[in-house]
C-alpha cells in the first residue's frame, strides 16, 4: 500500500514564530487532506488539496503531486495551534504517523 | 449541517460483551469510513462503503468485528465479543470528495 511519512515528528516553537510541516507519499494519488488533531481528540480539517497552493487565515498549503509530497505553512504560531497534524492520501485516507506541534507562550 | 454524529461518545465494557457504535454521515455524501486510533497503530482504516454498499473491509481485524450501512444516513460497527485489545478511539467519517470525520468514541474494554 501507499506510505505516507511525516516530518518533523515533534516541533516546540515559540509563540508567533513559523513553521513548515513536510508530507511525503510514496504514489502518485488524487486526493491529500491536512487535519489538526486538537488536544481533545476531534480532527479538523485544514485542507483537501490534491494538488495547488491553498491559504486560509495564517495556514496555507502546497501540494506538488508530480513530486509526492505536500507542505503545510503555519505562520504567527498561536498556542491554540498545538496538536498533532496529519497528512491523510488517498480515498481511503491513508494517515502520516503526524507531527506533534506545541506552541509555547 | 450538523457534521457526522457518532453516538456514544465514550464506552466502557467488559471483556467478552457486545459493543455497538453509530454513526449518521452528513447528508448528501456517498461514503462512509470507520477508523481506529491506537498509540501503537495510529489511525488506520477499518471499512468503507460507497452508496451504502461495503467496498473494503480489508483493515477489519478479525471475525469479531462487523459493520452495516442500512441506509444512506446510518451505519453501525460492532464488535462481539470485545476484548482489551479493542480498546481505542473509533472514528466514522464520511464524503463526497473531501472527508469530514466526526467526533469519535472512546472504547475501554476491561
Known amino acids: 500500500g501507499i506510505q505516507v511519512e511525516q516530518s518533523p515528528p515533534d516541533l516546540i516553537l515559540q509563540e508567533g514564530a513559523n513553521s513548515t510541516l513536510r508530507c511525503n507519499f510514496s504514489?502518485?494519488?488524487?486526493?491529500l487532506q491536512w487535519f489538526h488533531q486538537n488536544p481533545w481528540g476531534q480532527l479538523i480539517n485544514l485542507f483537501y488539496?490534491?494538488?495547488g497552493t491553498k491559504q486560509n487565515g495564517r495556514l496555507s498549503a502546497t501540494t506538488v503531486a508530480t513530486e509526492r509530497y505536500s507542505l503545510l505553512y503555519i505562520s504567527s504560531s498561536q498556542t491554540t495551534d498545538s496538536g498533532v497534524y496529519f497528512c491523510?492520501?488517498?480515498?481511503?485516507?491513508?494517515f502520516g504517523t503526524g507531527t506533534r506541534l506545541t506552541i509555547i507562550p | 449541517d450538523a457534521g457526522v454524529i457518532q453516538s456514544p461518545r465514550h464506552e466502557v465494557t467488559e471483556m467478552g460483551q457486545e459493543v455497538t457504535l453509530r454513526c449518521k454521515p452528513i447528508s448528501g455524501h456517498n461514503s462512509l469510513f470507520w477508523y481506529r486510533q491506537t498509540m501503537m497503530r495510529g489511525l488506520e482504516l477499518l471499512i468503507y462503503f460507497n452508496n451504502n454498499v461495503p467496498i473494503d473491509d480489508s483493515g477489519m481485524p478479525e471475525d469479531r468485528f462487523s459493520a452495516k450501512m442500512p441506509n444512506a444516513s446510518f451505519s453501525t460497527l460492532k464488535i462481539q465479543p470485545s476484548e482489551p485489545r479493542d480498546s481505542a478511539v473509533y472514528f466514522c467519517?464520511?464524503?463526497?470528495?473531501?472527508?469530514?470525520f466526526g467526533p469519535g468514541t472512546r472504547l475501554t474494554v476491561l
Open positions: 488539496i490534491p494538488s
Open positions: 467519517a464520511s464524503s463526497h470528495n473531501e472527508q469530514f
Open positions: 504514489d502518485s494519488v488524487n486526493n
Open positions: 491523510a492520501v488517498g480515498k481511503k485516507l491513508t
